[in-house]
């Protein structure tokens, strides 16, 4: 079985977050900014990785996270890959600021750099994650090839894994009314929004240490659901983020 490393300070997992800061995210949803709801979750995921990575007084890089805002172009954040450790330093992430379009083949690109420059040295590490969060189609080209080149790329823990957190309330037949209770989607869930779709090729399935670690936060996710969230409301916004960090510590 893969996706047992644990991360820790000599094994510290990867995260690589790519967010769309297209001007649709200026829209409201529960009353607020969606770009100011993806702050927030994301936020909170970081917070969980400080308390994971804490021991004592001690913070351990359990963590490394790389940061991309993208619109037409590509935006890093962080300066390249960071620690935990650093990250808590700066005291609260960067700024997210809606712009234009929405070039996610551009954004999965500088990923797929970043992997080609990690992947060397981490070969007894966490297989590294990449969370995409959007709230719309692509405005560039089809990133479905680069991001099927970079889920054929890992470590000796498996393959990169691939997270799709999607904004939209026309993606599932009916609502999430129990967030906790829902199951999630898999290969054979009906889908209505071709966004949707395009997504669900582009996602991973959820690794059952992953499914355990959310399962002890309550969510009742199914065996062989996949890593896509359908963010139709704050709360499925949190736990898509909450599940790029579920990565096993020790």
């Known amino acids: 079985?893969?996706?047992?490393?644990?991360?820790?300070?000599?094994?510290?997992?990867?995260?690589?977050?790519?967010?769309?800061?297209?001007?649709?995210?200026?829209?409201?949803?529960?009353?607020?900014?969606?770009?100011?709801?993806?702050?927030?979750?994301?936020?909170?995921?970081?917070?969980?990785?400080?308390?994971?990575?804490?021991?004592?007084?001690?913070?351990?890089?359990?963590?490394?996270?790389?940061?991309?805002?993208y619109s037409d172009e590509v935006y890093d954040l962080l300066g390249g890959v960071k620690g935990i450790d650093e990250i808590a330093l700066m005291g609260k992430l960067p700024d997210l600021t809606p712009k234009r379009f929405s070039d996610s083949a551009?954004?999965?690109?500088?990923?797929?750099?970043?992997?080609?420059?990690?992947?060397p040295e981490m070969q007894d590490c966490p297989a590294p994650l990449i969370c995409h969060m959007t709230?719309?189609?692509?405005?560039?080209?089809?990133?479905?090839?680069?991001v099927k080149r970079i889920m054929s790329m890992g470590v000796e823990d498996g393959n990169v894994l691939v997270e799709n957190i999607f904004i939209s309330d026309h993606v599932l037949d009916e609502p999430i009314h129990e967030p906790r209770r829902w199951k999630g989607i898999d290969r054979g869930t009906v889908l209505k929004e071709g966004a949707g779709l395009k997504l669900r090729e582009m996602s991973s399935v959820l690794p059952e240490s992953y499914r355990e670690?959310?399962?002890?936060?309550?969510?009742?996710?199914?065996?062989?659901?996949?890593?896509?969230?359908?963010?139709?409301c704050t709360e499925l916004v949190s736990i898509g983020f909450q599940m790029s960090a579920a990565t096993p510590v020790r």
């Open 1 to 69: 079985m893969k996706y047992t490393v644990q991360a820790s300070q000599r094994t510290p997992a990867l995260i690589i977050y790519l967010i769309d800061i297209s001007a649709s995210m200026n829209l409201l949803m529960e009353g607020r900014r969606r770009i100011d709801i993806v702050y927030d979750a994301l936020s909170l995921a970081v917070r969980q990785m400080v308390f994971r990575s804490t021991k004592g007084n001690r913070l351990t890089p359990r963590y490394r996270i790389a940061l991309l805002a």
């Open 106 to 119: 551009k954004a999965f690109a500088q990923a797929e750099k970043i992997l080609k420059a990690e992947l």
């Open 135 to 146: 709230d719309g189609v692509t405005t560039g080209e089809d990133p479905e090839p680069i």
């Open 213 to 232: 670690m959310l399962a002890e936060a309550d969510y009742q996710l199914a065996p062989g659901a996949l890593m896509l969230l359908p963010g139709n």
